[in-house]
């Protein structure tokens, strides 16, 4: 199959699954998802599924890529922080429509690795680190929009504390792996607005940083 036919199929398949603002299908119709995805599954890079990854971790579906990018509402002047960078796919998204990306994970190899392909796809606004991600980025603090890629009972509260008034964040909660919910927060000037987006599937919020070289 055309790699064309392959993008449009793919592009439908988001639309369908509810993925309708331009500026996110634009820009995954740019970033290309197979260089996030090693060996075997490369092949599978265009369908609409999660697929594993190194480290025991996973890369999201796109459709769920598509939804909570779309969530965050993000403007071009935002400095966003990404939770959890696991391939870099979702950061690679998030640096077509943000001034700036800062990305965290206690993998020390994902965060390599998703190195690597920012550089290979020239994305210069794309900073990754090896960090607990539950602690956030005080150094780089306040942020306009905050993406957790990793299921927490709660939204962890040094990360609320980091994004602006004004802000948005978005995130899975849920106590076990099998019932969990995307929300988004709104920081406003007199406290904090819930909304619930949809039922989801991620790994757990784990504190530290993991022993992996």
């Given at each position: 199959?055309?790699?064309?036919e392959?993008?449009?199929?793919?592009?439908?398949?988001?639309r369908?699954?509810?993925?309708?603002n331009?500026?996110?299908?634009?820009?995954?119709?740019?970033?290309?998802?197979?260089?996030?995805?090693?060996?075997?599954?490369?092949?599978?890079?265009?369908e609409?599924?999660?697929?594993?990854?190194a480290?025991?971790?996973?890369?999201?579906?796109?459709?769920?890529?598509?939804?909570m990018?779309?969530?965050?509402?993000?403007?071009?002047?935002?400095t966003?922080?990404?939770?959890?960078?696991?391939?870099?796919?979702?950061?690679?998204?998030?640096?077509?429509?943000?001034?700036?990306?800062?990305?965290?994970?206690?993998?020390?190899?994902?965060?390599?690795?998703?190195r690597?392909?920012?550089?290979?796809?020239g994305?210069?606004?794309?900073?990754a680190f090896?960090?607990?991600?539950?602690?956030?980025?005080?150094d780089?603090?306040?942020?306009?929009?905050?993406?957790?890629?990793a299921?927490?009972?709660?939204?962890?509260?040094?990360?609320?504390?980091?994004?602006?008034?004004?802000?948005?964040m978005?995130?899975?909660?849920g106590?076990?792996?099998?019932?969990q919910?995307?929300?988004r927060?709104?920081?406003?000037?007199?406290?904090?607005?819930y909304?619930e987006?949809?039922?989801?599937?991620f790994?757990?919020?784990?504190e530290?940083?993991?022993?992996?070289?």
């Amino acid at each position: 199959m055309e790699d064309a036919e392959l993008k449009m199929q793919f592009l439908y398949a988001l639309r369908s699954r509810g993925v309708t603002n331009t500026a996110v299908l634009t820009a995954m119709e740019q970033v290309d998802r197979a260089p996030f995805i090693k060996g075997y599954f490369a092949e599978r890079a265009y369908e609409d599924m999660p697929l594993p990854i190194a480290c025991g971790q996973t890369i999201s579906q796109p459709s769920v890529v598509g939804l909570m990018t779309q969530a965050l509402e993000i403007s071009p002047r935002d400095t966003v922080l990404e939770v959890g960078t696991g391939s870099g796919y979702q950061a690679a998204i998030l640096s077509q429509l943000a001034r700036r990306v800062y990305t965290v994970d206690r993998h020390s190899r994902l965060v390599r690795e998703a190195r690597e392909v920012f550089d290979q796809l020239g994305l210069t606004n794309v900073t990754a680190f090896t960090a607990d991600g539950s602690f956030g980025l005080p150094d780089q603090a306040p942020f306009d929009r905050i993406l957790v890629t990793a299921a927490a009972e709660d939204p962890p509260g040094p990360l609320l504390a980091q994004l602006k008034v004004g802000g948005i964040m978005v995130l899975p909660v849920g106590q076990s792996d099998a019932v969990q919910h995307l929300i988004r927060v709104r920081r406003t000037e007199t406290g904090l607005d819930y909304d619930e987006l949809r039922p989801v599937r991620f790994v757990p919020l784990i504190e530290g940083v993991a022993r992996d070289g």
